[in-house]
């Protein structure tokens, strides 16, 4: 299930009722379009199949877990609706994972950015390196958090959330993130990172479906209402932008990079 190879990919694997999705960009996992729109198809696939228990949300590589949104895309941007779209698959990809009748467990190898800090947030149980720092950087390209915000909130909350938003520019450690609840645990290594994901996944695939599936309904009780919230915070993203402060800023970053 490899598409995009030269934009990005994501693939999905089903080993011992765990269904593992990995999604992958050269540009640091950064998430454009036609990715994000994989992504949250896949999960949404992977909630439905039958033979699988669990879904494992990982990216490839070793340092960058996800850089967020593509500035490329987002430089590219011409009009409110084309703006609304792009930040759409952000929705979408929070939103399926949301709505999976399945625990989906997050595997951070390396550093969150923006929409990589969402989508850790987002996940139902999130374990971590200590190389996964996290950081929402989006006021410092003239734009906000505002489709990611809620599962942030909603994981390590409010006031944490603001802290990250405010010091955009700053990284925060994967202790802090753990201190926070963004992270269950976090691990020296990729390969005891991997070792708990898997003993955990296995554990799950062995419990019961029906109890999950409930727990799970229980657990995202307080966010039905997302499909309406984050849809009206895409269009607002995507108004933002448009603008000159903001086309600067992606194209001083894009520059450093």
């Known amino acids: 299930m490899n598409d995009y190879i030269n934009e990005g990919s994501v693939e999905l694997k089903v080993e011992n009722r765990i269904g593992i999705i990995e999604f992958q ?4 996992n950064s998430l454009p379009g036609k990715v994000l729109k994989k992504l949250a198809e896949t999960i949404t ?5 039958e033979a699988i228990k669990v879904i494992v949300l990982k990216s490839a590589g070793d340092r960058a ?3 967020g949104a593509s500035f490329d895309e987002l430089i590219s941007i011409a009009d409110a609706e084309g703006g609304k779209t792009f930040f759409m698959g952000f929705a979408n990809v929070i939103n399926a994972i949301r709505k999976a009748p399945k625990f989906v ?3 951070v190898q390396g550093k969150a950015v923006g929409g990589g800090v969402g989508i850790a947030s987002a996940v ?3 374990l971590a390196t200590d190389f996964a720092s996290v950081k929402l950087s989006e006021l410092a390209i003239g734009i906000g958090p505002f489709v ?3 599962a942030v909130e909603r994981k390590i909350g409010k006031a944490a959330m603001i802290n990250l938003t405010i010091d955009a520019t700053t990284w925060q450690t994967a202790l802090w993130a753990e201190r926070k609840g963004m992270y269950a645990e976090t691990f020296e290594t990729i390969e005891e990172l991997d070792a708990a994901v898997l003993a955990l996944a296995e554990t799950l695939a062995k419990s019961n479906p029906e ?7 229980t657990f995202w009780a307080d966010a039905e209402h997302w499909d309406t919230l984050l849809e009206e915070r895409a269009a607002f993203s995507g108004k933002l932008v448009l603008s000159d402060f903001t086309k600067n800023a992606i194209g001083t970053f894009k520059a450093k990079g």
């Open 65 to 67: 877990f996800c850089a």
């Open 105 to 107: 467990i997050g595997r």
């Open 124 to 126: 139902d149980y999130c």
């Open 211 to 217: 109890a999950m599936r409930e727990l799970k309904k």
């Open 25 to 28: 960009h050269p540009a640091s």
């Open 148 to 150: 990611v915000g809620p």
């Open 45 to 49: 696939e992977a909630g439905q199949n």
